[in-house]
């Protein structure tokens, strides 16, 4: 008997981290889906009454990739790091490190596990969306595959953020603090020509921007950056995340003593 | 190594690295220990001694920091993922999925370890530990010795050969105590290697057939528990004097006899190789009536494996 990988622990670890969704169903569905009808509500209505169009795009329509984004960021971030972390705050963690269970099982199972909810509840804003505002997406396959990239990108960084962390605050920090902020300011609500000369330089420099850009243009062709930037970056993104994570298995840092 | 080993450790050691300047602290200093298939091992220590970090080095919760360790005969750096799913662990902390039921929880403990679903072997292994009635609860209902029982099933959901308890009774009642001894016995009957650590030495007394005893990351003793017992075991006999003496009597000079409670009784102590011999006594007696002297109590006490286990870790100078 060779173990050459240990498929049944990730899909073990999958059916494990996923079933923690269904529990909390309610929240976990009802929540963004909230959110999302706040959003079109405020700025749908009250605010794009008065911008009509923004590059030719209606604002409804406009702010769909950027509202997508704000929750696949957050939940992706959020569901990976606290899938991971909880073991270690509780100590059951002990059971995973001792278990013929590698890197490759346990990113698998983590980040798989937390990237498919964060699609689910895409799929589940864009339905959700189309109660308030008519859109079409023009790419359709490049915006799925996009919409996973980012989703898998992020869970593999919350993953991190779980591992580092050494209480709940800390959890909550970096998203509270960088991912939302950035998400912001990345032209979720607006398209960044929009901003005076020097903001729309310092604009560039949120990673986010071309997140929301690269979406965007998988919906409707047109964006404020090159697609094949976006791309470019968020594979990066997903690159040095990896490379970390090995680097964590490695050393066993904060996982083992 | 001898062939039989199951495990093989050489020459292990772990220092933990210091936090700030400093040196580190070291957990485990150069332990070689072999155990043998199908036995019972003991692995007794004060608070601190190492006895987690030992087995934390072999479960792959500690990353040691020299030697080696073979179990089945494969390295446990190259050939782990072989090797851990032979192992199981039951952890000294009660750390459990406060939110999951018994039974996902022990079927999830197994699928961890890449077998397939066996319904019937786990109900076997929720039935032995008296957890069958109990596998649709909440493991944050249940009592701190039903989630102690929670923690073997799921070390044994995988059925290890090689099974590592760390302090598997430290705050159970004494039922579940007697419950989990008779679940060892019946593990060891199955071939199950099993190594134990804990506190209460009347527990590695009652089961174990080898006993180390680790003080300060060494190993300090590893032997046969009835032969550790004989050889650093030690007999004491206390003669209640009918009337005090002033000194031992001539005729019982090669007694290692001494005068205690203001002469009224004499103190028999031998240890070491002399110790557990019931015929010196049985030698004391008949000099005793032989010299005349009249006593009215005669206790004698071999001592535990406790007595040899603290005074083995008191004898080492700090």
């Known amino acids: ?206 990673p986010v921007v071309y997140l929301v850009n690269g979406l965007r243009w998988t919906f409707y062709g047109k964006a404020d950056v090159n697609i094949a930037v976006a791309a470019g970056l968020t594979f990066a993104f997903l690159a040095v995340c990896i490379a970390v994570i090995a680097w964590i298995f490695r050393t066993g840092w904060r996982l083992r003593s | 190594m001898t062939a039989e080993a199951i495990l093989d450790i050489q020459g292990l050691s772990k220092t933990y690295a210091a936090r700030s300047s400093g040196t580190g602290t070291v957990a485990l200093d150069g332990v070689d220990l072999q155990i043998r298939q199908g036995e019972i091992f003991a692995l007794l220590g004060p608070n601190g001694a190492g006895k987690t970090t030992l087995i934390g080095a072999v479960c792959g919760l500690v990353r040691p920091t020299g030697g080696t360790i073979r179990a089945f005969g494969l390295d446990m750096k190259r050939d782990w993922r072989k090797a851990r799913a032979k192992i199981g662990l039951v952890p000294q902390e009660l750390s459990v999925d406060m939110f999951e039921h018994v039974l996902l929880s022990v079927n999830h403990s197994r699928g961890l370890f890449g077998f397939a679903p066996d319904p019937a072997r786990i109900e076997d292994i929720l039935r032995a530990l008296s957890l069958w009635d109990k596998r649709h609860a909440r493991i944050s209902e249940l009592s701190g010795g039903m989630k102690r029982r929670v923690l073997i099933a799921k070390a044994l959901a995988h059925e290890p050969e090689l099974l590592f308890l760390d302090e598997p009774t430290a705050g159970v009642d004494v039922e579940l105590r007697r419950d989990m001894w008779r679940l060892i016995g019946e593990l060891r009957q ?16 009652e089961m174990a ?19 550790l017992m004989a050889r650093l075991g030690r007999t004491e006999a206390k003669v209640g004097l009918a009337r005090p003496l002033q000194e ?71």
């Open chain 2, 209 to 227: 057939d080898r006993v180390g005893v680790i003080d300060r990351g060494r190993l300090i003793v590893v032997d046969e528990k009835q032969a």
């Open chain 2, 190 to 205: 199955r071939g199950v290697t099993i190594i134990l650590t804990t506190h209460y030495i009347e527990e590695a007394e």
């Open chain 1, 1 to 206: 008997m060779t173990f050459p990988v240990n498929l049944r622990a990730i899909w073990t670890i999958y059916k494990f981290e996923l079933a923690r969704t269904w529990r909390t169903l309610f929240q976990s569905i009802f929540t963004p889906v909230l959110t999302t009808s706040l959003y079109f509500v405020v700025f749908g209505s009250a605010i794009g009454g008065r911008m009509s169009e923004v590059g030719g795009v209606p604002y409804g329509a406009f702010i769909i990739p950027g509202l997508l984004l704000l929750t696949i960021l957050a939940e992706s971030t959020a569901n990976a790091s606290f899938g991971i972390y909880l073991p270690r705050f509780t100590g059951t963690i002990y059971e995973l490190l001792s278990a013929p269970v590698g890197v490759a099982e346990t990113l698998l199972g983590y980040v798989g596990a937390a990237a498919t909810k964060s699609v689910i509840l895409a799929v589940v804003i864009l339905i959700t969306a189309r109660f308030f505002v008519d859109y079409t997406i023009i790419h359709p396959v490049l915006a799925a595959g996009f919409i996973v990239l980012i989703a898998l990108a992020f869970s593999l960084f919350g993953f991190i953020l779980g591992c580092w962390a050494d209480g709940f605050e800390k959890l909550q920090v970096v998203p509270m603090l960088v991912l939302t902020p950035l998400t912001f300011l990345g032209g979720s609500f607006y398209s960044i020509d929009m901003l005076a000369g020097p903001w729309r330089t310092v604009a560039l420099a949120n």
């Open chain 2, 248 to 318: 031992v009597p001539p005729a019982l000079a090669r007694f290692p006899l001494q005068l205690v409670d203001d002469g009224n009784a004499l103190l028999y102590r031998a240890g070491g190789e002399e110790g557990g011999q019931d015929r010196a006594v049985a030698d004391l007696v008949k000099a005793l009536v032989a010299a005349d002297v009249e006593f009215r109590s005669f206790d004698v006490r071999q001592s535990s494996l406790e007595d040899i286990f603290v005074d083995l870790v008191e004898r080492k100078p700090a």
